[in-house]
């Protein structure tokens, strides 16, 4: 098979040529070696030299049949760099995998580099970053979003056939609806936390980034299920089925006006009201529903996660791991300089932010009211979730915007998580479709569900994915930047 074709097959396809032996996984991952060793978008911190030497199982004992994965820099692989985007864990070669990449490699992916994030996942546009900003390969002038955008990028651009990524309060599916890309935000618990440097503990959750969903429902099935070094995670309660719905017949879809309406583009309405109709046309009931407090939501979610960010990034004080400053005159400047040497701007303001929130004096009006916000948010939903199946919302309120546009106004960086931080606060699953173009660049459409209702998304993000025909190659796309 030449490598043009090898590019066409989504993961799930490459998986079926390897077991029809017209293709094997040697090959594969060599072919998409060789093109990640071309990147012009800064999508990749490390990559793998070759395939290890038992990436050649048997199929019959390999379900994902050697399929090269690309990961996010902020998931521990055993002595690979993983650096969270950060100078303070720059050359960090940890002593252990994280959970979800060592059950995607006992299924047979194998891992061909780390991908590029904003620092310790703290941003919406991989701006952030210490070692450079990642550009989108629609356009190169343009964010591919964050902070999961180097595995956006690289999957948008065919530089890998999918990514794994995390989502704290938007990052698996803002990236992709700016990438052009499916993007699963999971429930959270339903993949272990174990091995992934922790920004904030209590909203952090894996998921895949890929070309279509069947691609997120493969990946997916063998990330989920409880594991004992994460309390917080849960077993899932059903088997996770590749998606095959043709129609949404009788499927009660909400939509909320408070995430819906202002502050979103007119392109990007445009684009997320026709695939509604499109979605009635496959025998969806659109219903308006209400999320009285997703306003509040953006505001409750930048006191609450930088308040979690200020005690996980405490650990890094240049005494057990990670860079440390030369030539300290005592213990306190050491850690002072370690830290202002080590974070970035980005990861400083929300680790003062936080702190401040969480000293004497403000802990109760404001950490105290935001969690008390967070509970209204899941009430919202489990209200809303009484009336209709599934919420339908834009991904974003944009498309990509410009390298460097937003850089030095950090509310209007913020507000790019508009739509998908109400869903991180409830704990609830999520998934970002493409669904056409604005401007000539990718709309994302969102769906969101119950807790552990994946099944029920993907069938829904399937059966819409087949009318809308959406090709998810910048390259094929006239007028779109990236690479051929």
């Known amino acids: 098979m030449n490598n043009t074709d090898i590019f066409d097959l989504s993961s799930a396809q490459a998986v079926a040529a390897i077991d029809a032996g017209t293709l094997s996984s040697g090959e594969l991952f060599d072919a998409y070696r060789a093109r990640a060793s071309n990147d012009e978008l800064n999508c990749f911190t490390w990559l793998a030299e070759q395939a290890p030497k038992d990436a050649t199982t048997p199929p019959s004992q390999s379900p994902l049949n050697g399929v090269p994965l690309a990961v996010k820099d902020l998931f521990c692989t055993e002595g690979v760099p993983s650096q969270s985007g950060s100078r303070i ?15 995607l490699e006992e299924a047979g992916a194998t891992l061909l580099g780390k991908t590029n994030q904003d620092e310790f996942a703290m941003g919406s546009s991989t701006e952030n970053s210490a070692y450079g900003p990642v550009r989108n390969p629609w356009d190169p002038e343009r964010v591919p979003g964050g902070s999961s955008g180097g595995s956006a990028a690289a999957v948008a651009a065919g530089l890998a056939p999918w990514a794994l990524g995390t989502d704290t309060g938007g990052s698996i599916r803002q990236p992709a609806a700016l990438c052009g890309i499916v993007g699963l935000k999971p429930t959270y618990g339903a993949v272990s936390r174990y091995g992934m440097i922790a920004f904030a503990s209590s909203l952090d959750q ?8 069947t691609d997120a429902a493969l990946m997916l099935r063998h ?14 309660p059903e088997e996770v089925s590749l998606p095959s719905a043709e129609r949404l017949d009788g499927v009660r879809l909400g939509v909320p006006q408070e995430l819906t309406g202002e502050g979103i583009e007119g392109g990007v309405l445009e ?12 025998g969806a009931q659109v219903h308006s529903v209400q999320l ?7 505001s409750a979610y930048y ?15 240049g005494v057990r791991y990670g860079a440390r400053a030369q030539d300290a005159h005592d213990l306190l400047d050491m850690y002072t300089r370690t830290r202002h040497d080590g974070f970035g701007a980005e990861v400083k303001r929300r680790i003062m932010l936080g702190t401040y929130a969480l000293s004497s004096g403000y802990y109760d009006a404001y950490y105290g009211r935001a969690q008390r916000v967070r509970t209204k948010i899941a009430e919202d939903f489990k ?37 998908t931080v109400p869903m991180s606060l409830a704990g609830i699953p999520a998934i970002s479709i493409p669904c056409g173009l604005s ?11 119950p807790v552990f209702s994946e099944n029920r998304l993907l069938d829904a993000a399937y059966a819409l994915e087949q009318v809308l025909g959406f090709d998810g190659s910048p390259a094929r796309v006239s007028g779109a930047g990236g690479p051929a």
């Open 439 to 449: 401007e000539g660049l990718p709309v994302g459409f969102q769906i969101a569900g």
């Open 206 to 213: 894996a998921g895949p980034l890929t070309r279509d969903v």
């Open 271 to 282: 684009a997320f009201q026709a695939t509604l109709a499109r979605a009635e046309e496959l």
């Open 223 to 236: 990330m989920v299920g409880r594991d004992p070094r994460d309390a917080t995670s849960l077993q899932f």
């Open 303 to 317: 006191i609450l996660a930088p308040a979690e960010c200020s005690s996980n990034l405490a650990r890094f004080d």
């Open 292 to 298: 009285p407090h997703a306003p509040h939501a953006l």
């Open 89 to 103: 864990l720059e050359g960090y070669r940890p002593p252990y995998t994280a959970t979800a990449v060592a059950r």
């Open 383 to 419: 209200a809303a979730f009484a009336e209709v199946d599934l919420i339908v919302t834009p991904t974003a309120p944009t498309v990509a915007f410009r390298l460097g546009e937003k850089t030095a106004d950090p509310w209007s960086m913020y507000l790019n998580d508009y739509c």
